[in-house]
């Protein structure tokens, strides 16, 4: 079976010949070669498809099989109206490129109303003065054709929405929805952008682009400035570009004065620091994502930027709704990437900008939305309503480039009186083909409409007919076949096919209005909302935490118990945990000094050896738990260090670096015992068929001991929320 015959390619149909040359083989073993194609829909001659080689492919398998071969015209469409055939048929009369003798399509639905309408051309806007210095070279003037046509089409599919009625499948006319209208262009380009930010700006459900650049779109790049300084704070360009951005909203001048009078060799952000009582809001954003950015995964922190900072808002504020398909694509390509590769944003950043990523979505399934697509992006595809905005459009086949010369050798194109006579012929070939690839698009267009076709265009700067005009062609085609105004639309040429109701003049009149008296919590102010509980931490419950007999530095204390945590956290299982020890505390978040590795590294395989059981496979490493314990009448939610879930026992188990070390249960310090009541009651809570043990794993004596459940009860009742 070769479907789509009329697209298959040189290469493919070298794959065909050979396997029907073992079919004709073997005539008796009664294998079938099926064919099915559409020489009016060989569209796609940049991918290699060669619509004069359908019909040699035809006769060639026909003599390969002995003259065995059958052909059949397929006349009847299952799709569109007899209005929309009728012109079609009458198009295809005057144009090249669609077979020898295009014969008339006949309606499935014989019954079903339709329509094909010609919207007067748009004037074309007259030519501006030369922009101001200062815009964008690449910034579109405000009445450029496609920005004006973009903004017409915009308002015909409001109206449509509003106002017109479409044939349902039920038999009965309905409300024209918004996944009725598909929008289709030749390219994309101004014209394609426009008519989605016009329909958005006019509050037409839209789809979006069927192709997206992620790399192209302003809200992605804004995102990625911010994360490419998050990952590297000297990038002075990746900090400007953000901070220009609506996501820190600072203006060119405030830059410009904060840039500018920094020492020299002092780094943007030092100097931003330096002056954050002239930008707080900033520098505390800044603060907080350069904190997290280490500690959470590319989603997770775009998420955190979005959300909790507003930048999703700031962005949608300055660059408009159509700014939220880049948004959502760049957070889909994060989940993606967490999925196939280790989460981190330096990754993340090198896959998207290492290439000029682009996102093709399907939009056949799209919801209740109006599709905007190419011509080529819809082949396949069918609506209710299609409308071509840019019939007036042209494309000339270019004089440059490569043309084919004779047996396909490739020759260099040339001016016309600079060219041989061989290579005119070249370029004059080249220019046909194209010329009946653009009638061949235009079918494909026009036939994917099955109720209503709407075309339009921009009145063209010169004037004259062209063969490239497919404006002028369903014109001529509408005039032969009688079609008269549009009453109510001024302009509009219609050809129609049975009835069809008149469109509702305000789409609001016909309601009727509900007086009933609103219940009297509309008009009043909402009661203030409860504060959220928030979690108490088990670690944090009062007590002392240490022995009165110690007399370490806090501060130092807490970093050695840090280092101590990490060692054993990550070293377990490790081939060579000497090594990976050096690089913990050489890289982690609490460097220790070289005269210091040697003894916390021998400390902390001490207490892998002691107690293997606690680092084995069925140990579970920094286990949150929540739970709300009825003994604080209060939530609680911390992580436990080590758990080990047995058939009917649960341990947990915490570790604890303090200098001192008690000698019994009952003289461990107050705080920690609190600490693990609570982790005691939610365990209880979580696992109420278990056994549950606490135990504090003493790494400075490398003793494991298990608490007593009276012990810790008794703590946990004296504890303290603050």
């Given at each position: ?51 004069a ?53 006949e ?33 579109p ?29 039920d038999?009965?006319f ?61 990038d ?22 904060l ?22 809001n ?30 999703r808002?700031?962005?949608l ?57 190419t ?111 549009c009453?109510g ?10 009835d069809?109701p ?37 670690s ?180 303290t929320?603050?």
């Open positions: 079976l070769v479907d789509e015959a009329q697209d298959t390619s040189p290469e493919q149909w070298q794959i065909v010949r050979a396997l029907a040359e073992v079919m004709a083989d073997d005539p008796d073993r009664g294998r079938t070669l099926f064919v099915v194609g559409d020489k009016k829909q060989s569209i796609y001659s940049f991918q290699g498809a060669d619509a080689g359908f019909d040699r492919k035809q006769a060639e398998f026909d003599q390969l099989l002995h003259g065995q071969l059958r052909s059949s015209e397929l006349l009847c469409s299952f799709r569109s109206s007899p209005a929309i055939l009728r012109v079609v048929d009458q198009v295809c009369e005057g144009l090249d490129g669609l077979g020898e003798a295009v014969a008339r399509h309606a499935f639905h014989e019954g079903l109303p339709g329509r094909v309408d010609l919207l007067p051309l748009l004037p074309r806007p007259e030519a501006v003065e030369e922009p101001p210095w200062h815009h964008p070279v690449d910034r003037v405000d009445n450029a054709p496609d920005i004006v046509l973009g903004t017409e089409i915009a308002k015909l599919v409001r109206g449509l929405l509003d106002r017109e009625s479409i044939h349902g499948d038999g009965k309905r409300r024209v929805g918004p996944g009725d209208v598909m929008i289709l262009v030749q390219r994309r380009g101004l014209l394609f952008e426009q008519i989605i930010q016009a329909c958005k700006a006019e509050d037409v459900p839209i789809a979006g682009a069927d192709r997206l650049k992620i790399g192209a779109e302003l809200a992605v790049r804004d995102l990625l400035a911010l994360l490419t300084f998050l990952t590297l704070s000297d002075d360009l990746s900090l400007a570009s953000a901070l220009r951005s609506p996501l820190l909203g600072l203006g060119e001048g405030d830059l410009y004065r840039a500018s009078s920094r020492p020299a060799g002092r780094s943007l952000w030092a100097e931003l620091c330096n002056r954050s009582d002239a930008f707080p900033v520098v505390a954003t800044l603060d907080d994502l350069r904190r997290t950015v280490d500690f959470m995964a590319p989603y997770e922190l775009l998420e955190h930027v979005l959300s909790r900072h507003g930048g808002q700031r962005l504020a300055r660059l408009g709704p159509e700014a939220e398909d880049g948004i959502d694509e760049l957070l889909s390509q994060a989940l993606a990437f967490e999925q196939d590769a280790v989460p981190s944003m330096t990754g993340f950043l090198a896959r998207v900008q290492s290439g000029d990523i682009e996102v093709k979505r399907r939009l056949e399934g799209a919801a209740d939305l109006v599709r905007v697509m011509i080529h992006g819809a082949k396949g595809l069918e609506s209710p309503i299609v409308i071509l905005p840019d019939t007036m459009a042209s494309d000339h086949a270019r004089s440059g480039g490569i043309v084919a010369g004779p047996n396909g050798v490739p020759l260099a194109s040339l001016p016309d009186d600079e060219c041989p006579e061989l290579l005119l012929e070249a370029k004059a070939q080249k220019r046909e083909a194209s010329l009946e690839e653009r009638n061949r698009l235009l079918y494909v267009a026009m036939t994917r409409a099955k109720q209503w076709l709407i075309a339009g265009g921009v009145e063209r700067a010169a004037k004259g007919d062209t063969p490239l005009n497919w404006y002028k062609s369903i014109e001529d085609a509408l005039q032969s076949l009688g079609a008269i105004p009453d639309s001024p302009g509009v040429l219609r050809l129609q096919h049975g069809w008149g469109p509702e003049s305000d789409s609001h009149a016909s309601r009727p209005v509900d007086d009933r008296e609103l219940p009297g919590f509309l008009n009043g102010d909402a009661p203030e909302p409860e504060p959220p509980v928030i979690p108490a931490s088990p944090n419950l009062g007590g002392a935490k240490v022995s009165g007999g110690s007399t370490s530095d806090e501060g130092h204390a807490l970093r050695r118990g840090r280092q101590i945590h990490l060692l054993l956290e990550h070293l377990p299982g490790q081939p060579d945990p000497k090594v990976m020890a050096g690089r913990l505390l050489a890289h982690g978040p609490d460097r220790a000094a070289a005269s210091d590795v040697d003894g916390l590294v021998k400390l902390a395989l001490a207490n892998l050896e002691r107690h293997p059981e606690l680092f084995g496979g069925d140990a579970l490493a920094e286990v949150d738990v929540s739970a709300h314990l009825p003994t604080l009448d209060h939530a609680i939610s911390g992580t436990i260090d080590r758990l080990i879930l047995r058939p009917k026992h649960v341990l947990a188990v915490d570790f604890k670096t303090n200098a001192v070390v008690p000698e019994c249960p009952e003289d461990t310090p107050e705080g920690l015992l609190r600490q693990m009541g609570a982790y005691l009651e939610a365990l209880e809570i979580i696992y109420p068929d278990h056994e549950v043990e606490v135990a504090i794993l003493w790494t400075e004596s490398r003793e494991l001991v298990s608490l007593p459940h009276a012990i810790v009860r008794e703590a946990l009742a004296r504890s929320i603050s």
